[in-house]
């Protein structure tokens, strides 16, 4: 009887541990995030779609898919959060910059995220990047290195650390960008060239998402957007 009660007593400590745990993991994807006047909105962007594949990368990979997936994944996470998520799409669809641009307006979103993969004819270019606003306003800065430090704890092949404006002309500004009335960025999600980025999206696809929307509740806690 002894030994029957020893058993049961070490069933029950188990089982509180393995709830304990399982609630401490939650609550690190579940923070409440209360505005003042209402839900935060976020409204996310999974770049090109439909018709507009995007880059191809390693073994014929279309950069629109992984964007699509990727921001489903960090929609979720936010929901939980109490945030509002608008999507510019939901789907495989075909959506211009300024359709993107509008449906953020139209919501009127705290936030614009626009999630991409990077190219290069390098394959050994690798890492993640931010773009914001060419006046490289501080807010933006601020959100977009949070991100990134988020991004970096998940172990990115490299940090390539706030860009502004384009990669063709640091005084002009990407249209999703320019024509945003909100604090907007867009996060390069690795290289589609590179095998290691690749992999990365792949396996550690819900990690990354995580990281992204800690970002964004760890960003709005602190300092609203």
Known sequence: LIG???????????????????????SKDAVSIIKPDGKYTVCLDPGHGGSDIGATGI????????????????????KKNGVKVVMTRDDDSTVSSE????IANDCDADLYLALHRNYAANPE????????????SEKNHAIAETILSNLE???????????T???FDSDNDYIVIKQTNMTSLIIEMGFISNGNDCEMLIKQQDELARAIARGITDYIQERGV
């Open 4 to 26: 029957v009660n020893i058993v049961l007593l070490i069933a029950v400590i188990v089982l509180s541990v393995l709830l304990a745990v399982s609630r401490s993991k939650s």
């Open 59 to 78: 073994n014929n990979i279309h950069e629109k898919d992984g964007n699509l997936k990727l921001s489903l994944k960090v929609a979720k996470l936010l």
């Open 99 to 102: 359709e993107r641009a509008t």
């Open 125 to 136: 270019a690798c890492g993640v990047e931010a773009w914001i606003y060419s006046s490289g």
């Open 153 to 163: 704890k998940v172990g990115i092949s490299d940090n390539r650390g706030v860009r």
């Open 165 to 167: 404006g384009t990669q």
